[in-house]
T-cell receptor, first 114, second 115 residues
């Protein structure tokens, strides 16, 4: 089954404790992206990657890092999480055949930073 | 710069009655427009997509949307609401710039279906 998976689905942590949210897709998509969803704000892009070893900032990259060492994986790293990063996070992927704009989304990771 | 405005944050309709979710967009170029749906505790799923072909776009689960350039609108409709349609709906505009396929999301419309 074609899908985007994220782990963990739920995470409660404390300020300053480094964490990684994993994202993996099995569709051989070149393009992957991370979004955060906050009430009343819709989804906002954090980082995106057009292919392996190619990443760039989205609209709200502060406090986040990403890497793209393999085509299927695109982890989101929070080096020193803060309470304002409490949010619902989505990973998405797409490919050239879809013009990169028809994106497949993972199930989401709900992060709480205390 | 591109943007979308969803005119209603919450819409309630009775089961079996029509659904109308309103979206206006702003884009410098001929836009690609989408509607995504998010069911509770689920990821987002593409409902339908407009990319400068037919202005009336049909999607999954009986939904459709009409692109009206003169009104800069892309409203989502369904003739008869079903209980399973209860979800949050996002209008999205796409713009390709600097190599990034950037999706700009509206703030969402929560659809409630009254039995």
């Amino acid at each position: 089954e074609a899908q985007v998976t994220q782990n963990p689905r739920y995470l409660i942590t404390v300020t300053g404790k480094k964490l990684t949210v994993t994202c993996s897709q099995n569709m051989n998509h070149e393009y992957m992206s991370w979004y955060r969803q906050d009430p009343g704000l819709g989804l906002r892009q954090i980082y995106y990657s057009m292919n392996v070893e190619v990443t760039d900032k989205g609209d709200v990259p502060e406090g986040y890092k990403v890497s793209r060492k393999e085509k299927r994986n695109f982890p989101l790293i929070l080096e020193s999480p803060s309470p304002n990063q409490t949010s619902l996070y989505f990973c998405a992927s797409s490919d050239r055949d879809r013009g990169y704009n028809e994106q497949f989304f993972g199930p989401g990771t709900r992060l709480t930073v205390l | 710069a591109q943007s979308v405005t969803q005119l209603d944050s919450h819409v309630s309709v009775s089961e079996g009655t029509p659904v109308l979710l309103r979206c206006n967009y702003s884009s410098s170029y001929s836009p690609s427009l989408f509607w995504y749906v998010q069911h509770p505790n689920k990821g987002l799923q593409l409902l339908l997509k407009y990319t400068s072909a037919a202005t009336l776009v049909k999607g999954i689960n009986g939904f459709e949307a009409e692109f009206k350039k003169s009104e800069t609108s892309f409203h989502l409709t369904k003739p008869s609401a079903h209980m399973s349609d209860a979800a949050e709906y996002f209008c999205v505009v796409s713009d390709r710039s600097f190599g990034n396929e950037k999706l700009t999301f509206g703030t969402g419309t929560r659809l409630t279906i009254i039995p």
